[in-house]
């Protein structure tokens, strides 16, 4: 049998999972969506033949949802994850899991009260090859032990509504959970800095680029670029140097054209053409972790958590300048041990 699945959230990520399920991924069917937007439901509800509702949690509990997935904004995910778990349905949600820390840990108390893990997280960068490989290289120590690791998180544009917050909510979070799946550890401490010049392409309220630094608790030291009007491209760079060696992401141009010009290489424009494949794999992974009815695996509601808090000290060294360190809590034995993909 399918899995029936309902969708809550119609926007640009919401769409592109909602044509995942139709075109790519096995054993489950959208019956239902959801967005608070009626016309906007009603147009994708007859072109997909499925169920409109307007109000997320009246979906939840339909009868006709034997999962949840989340792609609406940071601010509802928590009403909406605490309803899927009250109502026993597995759930996934993109990142980030919530806004703040304290919210995501009302997740945290719920699921573990449920007394079994519903949900799994969209950080869909575990699910990459190039990432897979690069965690492979460093768990088989031949790079030696890890010093210090290069990150880049380059947008050609973005809206006029994103803030300088977003910047640590919602373009850092990527790479504060690769830290932590890449190196198995905890990051400790979180610095903002912010280069005097910045792009021209930048509306006036942001600072762009930014480098943010991060340390583990090993320290190993972690430098983030990012510059989300570089112009060019959706470009994505990680590097890990090793005493021993160096290993980086596997080559991101998607194509590679020759001709009498010379070689021309096209790189992505959106995190869901460059991430096609991994989002393509953690849905389905999600599907057939319900299917089977073994309980979730991938980025858990205690990765979220663990980038909250990370997230929150980041903001505060946003606005202030300075090093913030990261206190980690006890991890409660259901998320034990560290979630992989």
């Known amino acids: 049998m399918s899995v029936n699945i309902g969708l809550i959230g119609l926007g640009m990520i919401g769409r592109d ?6 075109q790519v991924i096995n054993n489950a069917n959208v019956t239902a969506i959801c967005d608070i937007n009626s016309g906007v439901a009603n147009a994708l509800a007859q072109e997909y033949n499925v169920t409109p509702f307007y109000d997320a949690i009246e979906m939840i509990n339909s009868e006709l949802v034997d999962a949840v997935f ?4 940071g601010p509802v995910h928590k009403e909406q994850i605490l309803a899927a778990i009250k109502a026993g349905k597995p759930v996934f949600c993109e990142k980030p899991l919530t806004p703040t820390a304290i919210d995501a840990r009302e997740i945290i108390e719920a699921e573990v009260s449920y007394g079994k893990r519903l949900l799994q997280l969209g950080f869909m960068r575990r699910f990459d090859p190039g990432y897979q490989a690069l965690k492979q290289s460093i768990g088989t120590g031949e790079l030696g032990e890890i010093l210090l690791m290069h990150c880049a998180h380059r947008n050609p544009s973005v809206p006029e509504s994103y803030t300088l917050e977003m ?4 373009s850092a979070t990527h790479e504060i959970d690769i830290i932590h799946y890449l190196l198995n550890e905890n990051i400790v401490s979180v610095r ?3 280069p005097r010049k910045k792009t021209s392409r930048a509306l006036g309220h942001l600072q762009d680029p930014l480098i943010v630094i991060f340390e583990t608790e090993s320290g190993v030291r972690i430098d983030d670029e990012l510059f989300v009007n570089c112009h060019y491209g959706y470009d994505i760079r990680c590097e890990v140097i090793g005493e021993n060696a160096i290993a980086s992401l596997t080559e991101q141009a998607l194509t590679v054209t020759r001709s009498a010009n010379g070689v021309g290489r096209h790189i992505a424009q959106s995190c869901m053409e460059r991430f096609a494949t991994a989002y393509d794999r953690e849905v389905q992974n999600f599907v057939d972790r319900v299917k089977s009815g073994s309980g979730m695996t991938g980025p858990s509601s205690w990765d979220g958590y663990l980038v909250a808090l990370v997230c929150d000290a980041g903001i505060a060294s946003l606005n202030d300048g300075l090093k913030h360190d990261v206190t980690i809590p006890a991890r409660p034995a259901l998320y034990q041990p560290l979630s992989e993909s």
């Open 192 to 194: 903002v800095d912010k």
């Open 167 to 170: 910047a640590i909510n919602d």
């Open 70 to 73: 989340i792609c609406s904004i």
């Open 17 to 22: 999972h909602l044509q995942r399920f139709k």
